[in-house]
Structures are given as C-alpha cells and as structure tokens.
C-alpha cells in the first residue's frame, strides 16, 4: 500500500481535545474516525484555530487525500479510513496519517474497511493501553489495483448501499417516532367519547 508509485504517507502532528472548537480551519481528531466518520467526508465535525495550526505547524490532508486511524483502544477499528473530498485541506492528528494516492481515494477508504485489509495490518499493530500502528506497517499492506473505470464501479456500488445503510439507520428511528405519534393520536381519537357515552 505504501508502494511510493501508488500513495505516501503522512502522519498528523499532536493537538488536544480541548484544541477543538466551533469554527475555524476544518480539523479530524482521531477519536472522531471511530464515532463520527464514515468512508467519505467533505466537511468535519471539529475546528481548530488558524494560530495553533501555524505555531504548532499542523499537517494538512488535502482533497483526495485519505484520512487513516492509526492509534485507538481497540484493534479492530485501526487502519479504517476516509477519504477527505473538501476543497479545502483538513487538519490531521498525530494519531492518523494522510495517504496522498493515485488511486480513486473513495476506493482506497471502502478498501481499509475491509477483512482483508485489516488481516494484513493487524500483525503489525503493537498493543498496550493504546494500542498503534505505523506507516512501515500500514504500507505492508497490499491493496489491489483494478483499473480506473473498475475502481469507480466498485465506488458507485457501495456508495449506493452507504447511503442506503445511512438512511435506514438515520430514517428508521424517525420513521419509528412518526409512526408513534401516529399510534398516539388515533388511540386517543379512537377511545374518546362523548361524555353522555360514559356510564358511571
């Protein structure tokens, strides 16, 4: 994967949580990869200040770049990537890296997702606390090459049962609510009778 002819890699450098704020220069904290990110993203939850960026000299994943999880408390989530395709660059953090590629970078994300990515990754993982990996084990990996055409085909297709998956999942708990209130509605309308109806 680290094969310089098809991507490099780049690794974030150090900020805090409390660093993050509202507004200001687009910003990817690595807790975030886990909770909030899925294969692609053009806008961030997080920002840091234009000022921390030049003193600490931040790195940046630009457009096309993809945004790997390098560092976190369980193993299976390492390695997951997202493809950054916001025009403008994204603040990385010290446990991620950035792969400048080639390759359709959408591709390359769904790829890291895979069993067959993390199988090749996980022996190069060193566990403790936290547990790591670094570019040299990361770039072990051997990603397959179709061709341009084959490569936005295989995206197309999963980009489609993404957005299908997110919106089952983002729906469902809205349609449920609705239907609830529905359900509330009618039994009240359906159970409430005029007072000479009652019988004491």
């Known amino acids: 994967m680290g094969d310089e002819r098809i991507g490099k890699f780049q690794r974030g450098k150090r900020f805090v949580k409390t660093d993050l704020i509202n507004q200001g220069v687009p910003t990817i904290h690595y807790g975030e990869m886990y909770t909030h990110y899925g294969p692609w993203a053009d806008e961030t939850k997080s920002f840091v200040n234009e000022e921390l960026v030049k003193s600490k ?5 630009q457009k096309g770049d993809v945004v790997i999880v390098a560092a ?3 193993i299976e989530d390492i390695g997951k ?7 403008k660059g994204v603040v990385i ?22 069993k067959q990515f993390h199988d090749q990754i996980k022996k190069h993982i060193s566990s403790g606390k936290i547990s790591a990996i670094n570019a ?12 341009t055409e084959e490569q936005e085909r295989v995206v197309s297709i999963l980009d489609k049962f993404d957005t299908l998956t997110t919106s089952i ?8 609510a609705l239907r609830q209130k529905q359900y509330e509605y009618y039994r009240d309308m359906l159970l409430t009778f005029p007072n000479d109806n009652l019988e004491a």
């Not at 990537?81 to 025009?87: K, N």
């Open 72 to 74: 976190g408390e369980t």
């Open 169 to 176: 999942s983002e729906g469902l708990p809205k349609e449920i």
């Open 57 to 61: 000299n931040l790195r940046v994943a």
């Open 136 to 147: 040299r084990g990361l770039g072990k990996a051997i990603i397959p090459v179709p061709s």
């Open 81 to 87: 990537g997202t493809a950054w395709l916001g025009d």
């Open 93 to 114: 953090h010290d446990a991620c890296f950035s792969y400048k590629t080639v390759l359709n970078s959408k591709f390359v994300a769904y790829f890291t997702r895979t």
